[in-house]
């Protein structure tokens, strides 16, 4: 089955920083690749996706390309803001990683 | 649409008690996932179906839990007897295509909390 690892929270960062957020899978054969995220007392709502190798999902001005060499999914956003707290879900569907706090401060 | 809905929101019950948690998916998606969430554990994915037939239930973490799936517009997930353990937010999702590509659109879940 599928399986993922993702970048352990939490993580703080100053409004307009850069965001990274590190997500590696194992997958049978080739799955589309999601990022989600849950906003405080919500479900997850997707964010983007990739559905082949080298695509790119992107966003909110969130991006995170499929690599199948490196059989990763980095989630990346050039400058973050208040508004992007929240916990952030890697999934070869419907594997989810554990999720990655992230606490934006003004 | 009105999405994925679930019920009850919040649930209260003491150690032994019957729970059983309700999911309606969004019509003409024709899988169904039901996921606990902790903060311990995270998001584990318990069982799914499709088409009403269940496909995967290798997360069900004991015989206690149950989940049946009646018609296309249903499901439930029971927990009898229930203990301080089980205390988590419980999402039921659902999707119009298949595990591995679909996206899946979540309910708000149920929060449950075992005394």
């Known amino acids: 089955g599928n399986s993922v690892t993702q970048m352990e929270g939490p993580v703080t960062l100053s409004e307009e920083a850069f965001l990274t957020i590190n997500c590696t899978y194992t997958?049978?054969?080739?799955?589309?690749l999601f990022w989600y995220v849950q906003y405080p007392g919500e479900g997850l709502q997707l964010l983007l996706k990739?559905?082949?190798?080298?695509d790119k999902g992107s966003n909110k001005g969130f991006e995170a390309t499929y690599r199948k060499e490196t059989t990763s999914f980095h989630l990346e956003k050039g400058s973050v803001q208040v508004s992007d707290s929240a916990v952030y879900f890697c999934?070869?569907?419907?594997?989810f990683g554990t999720g990655t706090r992230l606490t934006i401060i003004p | 649409d009105a999405g994925v809905i679930q019920s009850p929101r919040h649930e209260v019950t003491e150690m032994g008690q019957e729970v059983t948690l309700r999911c309606k998916p969004i019509s003409g998606h024709d899988y169904l996932f039901w996921y606990r969430q902790t903060m311990m554990r995270g998001l584990e994915l318990l069982i799914y179906?499709?088409?009403?037939?269940?496909?995967?239930d290798s997360g069900m973490p004991e015989d206690r839990f149950s989940a049946k799936m009646p018609n296309a517009s249903f499901s439930t997930l029971k927990i009898q007897p229930s203990e301080p353990r089980d205390s988590a937010v419980y999402f039921c999702?659902?999707?119009?295509?298949?595990?591995?590509?679909?996206?899946?659109?979540f309910g708000e879940g149920s929060r449950l909390t075992v005394l």
């Open positions: 999934a070869p569907s419907p594997t």
């Open positions: 990739a559905t082949k190798a080298d």
């Open positions: 999702a659902s999707s119009n295509r298949d595990a591995n590509t679909g996206e899946l659109f």
């Open positions: 179906f499709n088409n009403n037939v269940p496909i995967d």
């Open positions: 997958a049978t054969g080739y799955p589309s």
